[in-house]
């Protein structure tokens, strides 16, 4: 034992003092090691929090969320019927479940002069069963059986009452009081978002199966067939609440894929996403490839001065074993020095990093962060120091003694086959860059059918003020507000979704040639002109036009309805002025006949991820609980404007919490995770770029070193210094050259299969591709050319002199 400790001492003091003869090569191992590793690692952080949503649930396994999928709109939601739960049951009684409901409540605290809008969920008794959160005072037993008790986000404890504990304090609603029984606070890595809970009413868990209003989570055996299952719910739902048309499809979503696979409307919060994850992965696999490059190639470069030293050891008796564990010593040591210097470069970026992939990401030494560190340096040690250990130990005594060292092409294959690969990395992560770019700037300058310029949106206005109501006196007055160059309400978000479709009957249509159900909202007098649509054929809503507001009698209701340009073909329409003055059907729970007044260009509700939808605006006509404004300002004045509308419907709502933003804003904000892509891809390639560049200043300055002699020669028969530099940066352009050919067809396809998700997507230049492989060679030739440069610059007689 104690003569094996004495041999791994002396490979540690034999491997320090090898390493501190190549300072050079030592430091530049280390940049490209440490740079890496430090990456790599931040990168592995964040995946491994983002793998770790919803994980801490009881049997999160075996939970999951029910969505549906409704055919017309070809679009999935996170929400359902409270009643489906019984057809669950109805196929396999041991299948559980929970109900929840979101909605706001207006609730003021004691001694507060007005209300503030509180989000809230209702939620069922069985509701800690299945989801787990801290209780940071008092407790929820009182919530889950009383309806007149409330528990509180930590957040809004704070916000409403300006302290953590406010256990006992009262909130009045219009017609409820709560009194606070609990502070709560949802873990971090959960996709529940929500200020309040609350007991949900028996009415709301009683609401017919045709109405969608619940997040529904069911927990299933793990021997049940799901796609039975799921067959069987459609079956039923589709013949209880749609006459037998095939309307909707139940679908099932696990627990802890919510969060890095959802990314759907009236989700609780903003989702992570699976290929910003897998985006990643890749590019902390890339930064360690390129790394491991690095290492390899420079110390097979290096070799040569370690050979005569492997002639003596194996002449004094050593044995290549232990040659070979001398040298993977050196490899471990390399890269556990380049370790340290990683943690010191990870805790001084921790910070910004969290902020770019806005996450908490925390630093545990004797946690995850030091299980990963220490993970990767010795992946990365011991992986990219197997193969210059065998190729140096395996050096021939006598001949490398006798100054015969032939080292084959074996070695020389390798480092050139490394470089290519890394060049290839290099290119395809150029392109890679500049097509994300090209894309993120085309979805956000995209022609949505709509303008975005100064208008504000107020958001969760009851639509008991706006579309319920005949009287416009609200609207009235944010029209006449100096800078208010048009105002309307809409009952949808343009950067969410549609969340309603309209089964219609067009004269002279029968059912053989019916219209499939088409989306529609509800919106007020102006909708044109307050969005900017642009209208192709009729009028806007005209509020001198009584006549166009919904108006529900004995048995059907009337109103005036603006539809899209493809929703008029798809009727017969193709002369555009033709369908004006035209009545058709909605058939639905309030049966109406719409006056066709107006048709506008398709445009683009929520992502480029969707097709433009056929539409339908109907005037007045909504069945939702809530409504927005969409007010057209004066650019100048937008500003001021805005915070004179918000003081006034603070004022007119009797509410302090007006929520308002920029549309512009909001539809940037739909692509968060597209310019988080970006910006990680962009960041990551050029550090990639740059550990490729001290590669190739490490294998250059090598190869000057030992072509000196030649260059001095060259120098003395009259070779100018340029010819000089690129003789000795041929070899590398050539490579290059390779890198470029190896990376392009697998990039393409790559990139286009990518692109083929997006409804509106940039198109693949050869241009681009010209210039990425000219960059290539740039960055090659000026990494190359600058130590090419410093050796040909040296006078011959003092070269020659050594020799």
């Keep these: 034992m104690r003569e094996q400790i004495s041999m791994f001492a002396s490979y540690i003091k034999t491997g320090l003092r090898a390493l501190l003869r190549q300072k050079v090569h030592l430091a530049l191992n280390l940049i490209g090691l440490s740079v890496g590793l430090a ?78 809008e509180l989000e809230s969920l209702a939620i069922e008794p069985n509701f800690i069963d299945y989801f787990t959160f801290d209780t940071i005072a008092g407790g929820l037993d009182r919530v889950l059986s009383d309806p007149g008790y409330i528990a509180l986000s930590l957040e809004q404890s704070r916000r409403l009452f300006g302290r953590s504990d406010s256990v006992g304090e009262i909130l009045t609603s219009e017609n409820r009081v709560f009194t606070v029984a609990a502070i709560i606070e949802l873990p971090e890595q959960s996709h529940f978002h929500v200020d309040s809970l ?76 699976q290929a910003t994850l897998l985006t990643a992965s890749v590019l902390a696999g890339l930064l360690l490839l390129v790394a491991s490059i690095n290492f390899i190639n420079m110390s097979i470069a290096r070799s040569g001065s370690r050979a005569k030293e492997v002639g003596v050891r194996k002449t004094l008796g050593a044995s290549r074993w232990q040659l070979f564990s001398q040298f993977m010593v050196e490899s471990l040591m390399v890269t556990f020095i380049a370790g340290f210097i990683a943690a010191v470069i990870v805790e001084l970026s921790v910070g910004a990093f969290s902020g770019l992939v806005n996450r908490p990401i925390n630093l545990e030494y004797l946690g995850s962060f030091g299980a990963l560190l220490l993970l990767c340096s010795t992946m990365i040690g011991l992986l990219a120091g197997i193969y210059p250990a065998l190729f140096i130990s395996a050096f021939n005594a006598k001949r490398v003694l006798s100054g015969d060292l032939q080292r084959g092409t074996t070695a020389v294959w390798v480092r050139k086959g ?61 029209a006449a507000v100096p800078g208010v160059l048009a ?96 009545h058709w059907m909605v058939d639905d729970m309030m049966p109406t006949e719409l006056h066709i007044v107006g048709v506008v260009d398709d445009f683009q509700v929520g992502t480029a991820l969707r097709r433009m939808e056929p539409a339908i605006i109907i005037a007045g006509r909504s069945p939702m609980a809530f409504g927005n404004m969409i007010i057209h300002l004066e650019p100048a004045t937008a500003l001021s404007t805005r915070a004179e509308i918000e003081a006034m419907l603070q004022q007119r709502l009797n509410r302090m ?63 100018k210094r340029m010819q000089i530099v690129n003789t000795l940066a041929k070899e590398y352009m050539v490579l290059m050259g390779i890198s470029v050919l190896v990376a392009l067809p697998g990039t393409y396809f790559l990139v286009e299969w990518w692109l083929s998700g997006f409804n509106v997507r940039a198109s693949q230049s050869a241009f681009l591709y010209i210039g990425a492989a000219a960059l290539t060679f740039a960055i090659c030739w000026l990494t190359v050319a600058g130590i090419s440069m410093r050796v040909a610059s040296r006078k011959p007689g003092l070269v020659l002199r050594q020799f």
């Excluded at 999935?76 to 979101?102: C, H, L, N, V």
């Excluded at 013949?239 to 759907?264: E, F, P, V, W």
């Excluded at 956000?444 to 006196?473: C, F, K, P």
């Excluded at 590669?695 to 060259?714: H, N």
């Design 657 to 719: 919490d007006i929520r308002t933003s920029w549309l512009g804003a909001d539809f940037t904000a739909m692509y968060h995770n597209q310019q988080r892509q970006r910006t990680i891809i962009m960041l990551f390639a050029g550090l990639a770029i740059l550990l490729t560049c001290v590669g190739l200043f490490g294998l250059a300055a090598f190869s000057a070193e030992q072509s000196s002699k030649e260059v001095a020669m060259r120098k003395v028969l009259g070779a």
């Design 198 to 273: 609350r007991l949900v009413s028996e009415e709301s868990l009683g609401e017919p199966l045709s109405l969608n209003n619940a997040y529904v989570y069911v927990r299933i055996p793990a021997d049940v067939h799901l796609e039975r299952l799921l067959e069987s719910v459609s079956l039923a739902l589709n013949d209880k609440a749609y006459n037998g048309q095939a309307m909707s499809h139940i679908r099932l979503r696990a627990l802890t894929d919510i969060h890095l696979h959802s990314q759907l409307a009236h989700e609780f919060k903003t989702n992570g996403s």
């Design 39 to 116: 990456a790599a690692v931040l990168i592995l952080l964040y995946v491994q929090f983002e793998r770790g949503y919803d994980q801490m649930h009881p049997q999160a396994e075996q939970t999951y969320r029910v969505e549906q999928f409704f055919v017309p709109l070809e679009q999935r939601f996170p929400i359902s019927s409270p009643a489906i739960i019984d057809e669950f049951q109805a196929f396999d009684s041991r299948i559980e479940g929970t109900r929840m409901f979101k909605d706001s409540v207006s609730v003021r605290p004691q001694n507060a002069r007005l209300p503030l």
């Design 418 to 478: 490394l470089l290519v690969a890394q060049g290839a990395i290099t290119v395809a992560l150029l392109i890679g860059s500049a097509i994300l770019q090209q894309q993120l700037d085309i979805l956000l300058n995209q022609d949505t059918g709509y303008q975005t310029e100064a208008r504000l949106m107020v958001h969760g206005i009851n639509n008991e003020q706006l579309l319920w109501s005949d009287n416009q006196s609200l609207m009235t007055d944010i």
């Design 487 to 582: 105002a309307s309400a809409i009952d949808i978000d343009l950067t969410d979704t549609y969340s309603q479709i309209a089964t219609l009957r067009i004269p002279g249509q029968t059912e053989a040639d019916r219209l499939p159900p088409v989306a529609s909202f509800g919106a007020g007098y102006n909708i044109v002109k307050a969005t900017g649509l642009n209208l192709r054929a009729g009028r806007d809503f005209d509020p001198n036009r009584q006549a166009d507001w919904f108006t529900m009698g004995e048995v059907q209701g009337t109103a005036s309805a603006i539809i899209t340009t493809s929703l008029a073909r798809q009727a017969g329409y193709n002369n555009l002025n033709e369908v004006i003055g035209e």
